[in-house]
T-cell receptor, first 118, second 114 residues
Framework: AQTVTQSQPEMSVQEAETVTLSCTYDTSESNYYLFWYKQPPSRQMILVIRQEAYKQQNATENRFSVNFQKAAKSFSLKISDSQLGDTAMYFCAFMKPWHIQGAQKLVFGQGTRLTINP | ETGVTQSPTHLIKTRGQQVTLRCSSQSGHNTVSWYQQALGQGPQFIFQYYREEENGRGNFPPRFSGLQFPNYSSELNVNALELDDSALYLC?????????????FGPGTRLTVT
């Protein structure tokens, strides 16, 4: 079974600073997908960024980028020029491809509560 | 906005009662997944429905059951409610059976069991 671990329960930075959230995972699969989701206090889960394991290039989405280290099973999220609206719970998640037996479910970590201070 | 809706927004039930939660998928999606999120925790997978059939189940007892309808909307039913069932219930829709694997989440239903 796959597991996802986020070792930072809470983080706090000043606006405009850069912050990195850590995530490690465990799987025996060679092909899979990794995600970072954001859940603001309004609670709607929003996809921030995703990475296909077969791609060596790290994904980027504007101010958000990942450092994907497949051999180390590490998938960290870097937020540059942080903004007040980035304040939220951030969840790292793992998913296997559809063709592998069983549901294509998301396996989530415990989350990191990120606070951006003015 | 993801186009996925859930009802009701909030619900208060008494231990032992039964509850039905509803989810309307994003247009064109044929797969619905349900997750339970306890306070301060990450979501836990309950089950997934693909084209009206259960496509996998997490570690939840049989009193958690579901349905998916021909229009791909879905229900989550919980019988004999327990205090530990108090949580945020999230549904997510996706286009199963293709290379498009992204799941789109609804706003959730907050269930409180007293």
């Amino acid at each position: 079974a796959q597991t996802v671990t986020q070792s930072q329960p809470e983080m706090s930075v000043q606006e405009a600073e850069t912050v990195t959230l850590s995530c490690t995972y465990d799987t025996s699969e060679s092909n899979y997908y990794l995600f970072w989701y954001k859940q603001p206090p309004s609670r709607q889960m929003i996809l921030v960024i995703r990475q296909e394991a077969y791609k060596q290039q790290n994904a980027t989405e504007n101010r958000f980028s990942v450092n994907f280290q497949k051999a180390a099973k590490s998938f960290s999220l870097k937020i540059s020029d942080s903004q007040l609206g980035d304040t939220a719970m951030y969840f790292c998640a793992f998913m296997k491809p559809w063709h592998i037996q069983g549901a294509q479910k998301l396996v989530f970590g415990q989350g990191t509560r990120l606070t951006i201070n003015p | 906005e993801t186009g996925v809706t859930q009802s009701p927004t909030h619900l208060i039930k008494t231990r032992g009662q039964q509850v039905t939660l509803r989810c309307s998928s994003q247009s064109g999606h044929n797969t619905v997944s349900w997750y339970q999120q306890a306070l301060g925790q990450g979501p836990q997978f309950i089950f997934q429905y693909y084209r009206e059939e259960e496509n996998g189940r997490g570690n939840f007892p049989p009193r958690f059951s579901g349905l998916q309808f021909p229009n791909y909307s879905s229900e989550l039913n919980v019988n004999a409610l327990e205090l530990d069932d108090s949580a945020l219930y999230l549904c997510a829709s996706s286009l199963g059976g293709t290379g498009d694997y992204e799941q789109y989440f609804g706003p959730g239903t907050r269930l409180t069991v007293t």
